[in-house]
């Protein structure tokens, strides 16, 4: 198929701010040590510069359709239409089938453009990275093979844990994995780690895995990304002949949501729905959903965005099953979304999350990642809801569920 251009719909300020005109707030900008403003403006000219260059986005996408097999199927899901009341009262249901990629999630995509984009602009030697689920390291550390860049990946123990096998695998592909046991030993000390370890090396590129971090990682990770969105939409006018009316991604640092719904930000027909993790229960404190617990306005990792915080100021740490999602914020410009009411948010918990991943692999035939349950969940819940059989709803099913086995079997024995 040929995939449509990218077109930028929302851009960030020179500074890399997204403001909402009502209310003032910025998102985004650059926060950090001043020693790494050198790299950062190098990335920023770099990427200015890919952009322009019609080779380069023209080598890029081929290797994305051949290499990463960015074109993957939307399936439509009677299944889950039945479950939700069947479509006579609920419309059809469609899945956007991003767990079909190389290395079967969505942050091949992201990764291996960055990595490209390293090598091919920057002329990197080196690629820094961090990781919670170990699927942004597995893709960077193949990309990085199949490129022919040493890599280094920064992951909190908790989460080395969690998500072995992709670890492994991670490993298998060459990386150098420096395990961070730093605060809550998860996604976001390991971000950190990776910062610091790129303002010691300037001949070495950062990649991001999430539409976060300092200007201008949040637009480059996002633009990079938003191609599945754009392949989507053009798949589902292929299939209906329109675009569908709502659209449903899960949110951590944001990335898989901007890559399925940027294409439609401009949209006002579709309904875009952003699902986090309400962890054992947004009451309990012990969730990852920064935007549903409205948490406040600071600064996380070099940007303005809302971020989990204590009474006292301090971030503080997420909880939940799902390491793609434990980060105590989200991406800038996702927050400046959810501030205009554009996208609109809602938090699934941990245990209907995990009951979801075992019905998914009964019903559907499926191995889902955890995280991609934490939005079925909660798409099931809002379609019953609206009751209107003329809508079609695109799902993003974002990764497979390979690492989430072990510790599913074990929940499942534990239950029955």
Same mark, same amino acid.
């Given at each position: 198929?040929?995939?449509?251009?990218?077109?930028?719909?929302?851009?960030?300020?020179?500074?890399?701010?997204?403001?909402?005109?009502?209310?003032?707030?910025?998102?985004?900008?650059?926060?950090?040590?001043?020693?790494?403003?050198?790299?950062?403006?190098?990335?920023?000219?770099?990427?200015?510069?890919?952009?322009?260059?019609?080779?380069?986005?023209?080598?890029?996408?081929?290797?994305?359709?051949?290499?990463?097999?960015?074109?993957?199927?939307?399936?439509?899901?009677?299944?889950?239409?039945?479950?939700?009341?069947?479509?006579?009262?609920?419309?059809?249901?469609?899945?956007?089938?991003?767990?079909? =990629?190389?290395?079967s999630s969505h942050k091949p995509v992201s990764a291996f453009s960055s990595v490209f984009f390293a090598k091919h602009i920057l002329k990197a030697k080196k690629i820094i990275t961090e990781t919670g689920a170990s699927?942004?390291?597995?893709?960077?550390?193949?990309?990085?093979?199949?490129?022919?860049?040493?890599?280094?990946?920064?992951?909190?123990?908790?989460?080395?844990?969690?998500?072995?096998?992709?670890?492994?695998?991670?490993?298998?592909?060459?990386?150098?994995?420096?395990?961070?046991?730093d605060s809550t030993k998860s996604l976001l000390p390991a971000m950190a780690a990776a910062l610091r370890s790129w303002q010691s090396d300037p001949t070495a590129m950062y990649v991001v895995g999430s539409v976060c971090?300092? =200007?201008?990682?949040?637009?480059?990770?996002?633009?990079?990304?938003?191609?599945?969105?754009?392949?989507?939409?053009?798949?589902?006018?292929?299939?209906?002949?329109?675009?569908?009316?709502?659209?449903?991604?899960?949110?951590?640092?944001?990335?898989?949501?901007?890559?399925?719904?940027?294409?439609?930000?401009?949209?006002?027909?579709?309904?875009?729905?952003?699902?986090?993790?309400?962890?054992?229960?947004?009451?309990?404190?012990? =969730?990852?959903?920064?935007?549903?617990?409205?948490?406040?306005?600071?600064?996380?990792?070099?940007?303005?965005?809302?971020?989990?915080?204590?009474?006292?100021?301090?971030?503080?740490?997420?909880?939940?099953?799902?390491?793609?999602?434990?980060?105590?914020?989200?991406?800038?410009?996702?927050?400046?979304?959810?501030?205009?009411?554009?996208?609109?948010?809602?938090?699934?918990?941990?245990?209907?999350?995990?009951?979801?991943?075992?019905?998914?692999?009964?019903?559907?035939?499926?191995?889902?990642?955890?995280?991609?349950?934490?939005?079925?969940?909660?798409?099931?819940?809002?379609?019953?809801?609206?009751?209107?059989?003329?809508?079609? =709803?695109?799902?993003?099913?974002?990764?497979?569920?390979?690492?989430?086995?072990?510790?599913?079997?074990?929940?499942?024995?534990?239950?029955?």
């Amino acid at each position: 198929m040929k995939i449509p251009p990218f077109k930028e719909h929302n851009p960030p300020d020179n500074l890399g701010y997204w403001t909402n005109k009502k209310t003032g707030e910025k998102y985004g900008g650059q926060y950090i040590s001043p020693l790494l403003i050198p790299n950062l403006k190098k990335v920023e000219t770099g990427f200015k510069k890919a952009m322009k260059n019609k080779k380069f986005l023209a080598d890029l996408e081929e290797q994305l359709v051949n290499h990463i097999g960015i074109v993957t199927p939307i399936l439509r899901s009677k299944e889950l239409e039945e479950i939700a009341g069947g479509e006579k009262k609920v419309g059809k249901i469609f899945l956007k089938r991003t767990d079909l =990629h190389h290395d079967s999630s969505h942050k091949p995509v992201s990764a291996f453009s960055s990595v490209f984009f390293a090598k091919h602009i920057l002329k990197a030697k080196k690629i820094i990275t961090e990781t919670g689920a170990s699927m942004n390291a597995r893709a960077v550390a193949s990309a990085c093979a199949k490129l022919n860049l040493s890599v280094e990946v920064h992951i909190g123990a908790l989460d080395a844990e969690k998500v072995s096998l992709n670890k492994d695998i991670t490993e298998l592909y060459g990386a150098d994995i420096k395990v961070c046991h730093d605060s809550t030993k998860s996604l976001l000390p390991a971000m950190a780690a990776a910062l610091r370890s790129w303002q010691s090396d300037p001949t070495a590129m950062y990649v991001v895995g999430s539409v976060c971090g300092p =200007h201008p990682y949040p637009l480059m990770v996002r633009t990079f990304a938003s191609i599945i969105g754009r392949i989507a939409k053009k798949q589902m006018k292929d299939l209906i002949g329109k675009s569908p009316s709502t659209v449903f991604a899960v949110c951590g640092g944001g990335s898989n949501l901007s890559a399925i719904s940027y294409p439609f930000y401009n949209e006002k027909s579709v309904d875009i729905f952003g699902i986090e993790s309400a962890g054992k229960g947004i009451a309990s404190g012990a =969730h990852a959903a920064t935007i549903t617990s409205k948490a406040p306005i600071g600064i996380l990792l070099g940007a303005r965005s809302n971020v989990l915080m204590d009474a006292d100021g301090q971030v503080d740490p997420s909880e939940t099953e799902a390491s793609g999602l434990d980060f105590s914020g989200t991406g800038p410009e996702i927050c400046y979304m959810a501030s205009t009411g554009r996208i609109k948010f809602r938090a699934t918990t941990d245990k209907e999350a995990q009951e979801t991943f075992l019905m998914m692999c009964k019903k559907t035939g499926i191995l889902p990642a955890i995280e991609a349950c934490y939005v079925i969940h909660a798409a099931l819940k809002e379609i019953k809801k609206r009751k209107n059989p003329k809508e079609n =709803h695109l799902i993003h099913l974002c990764g497979s569920g390979e690492s989430n086995v072990a510790r599913m079997l074990k929940y499942k024995k534990d239950n029955e």
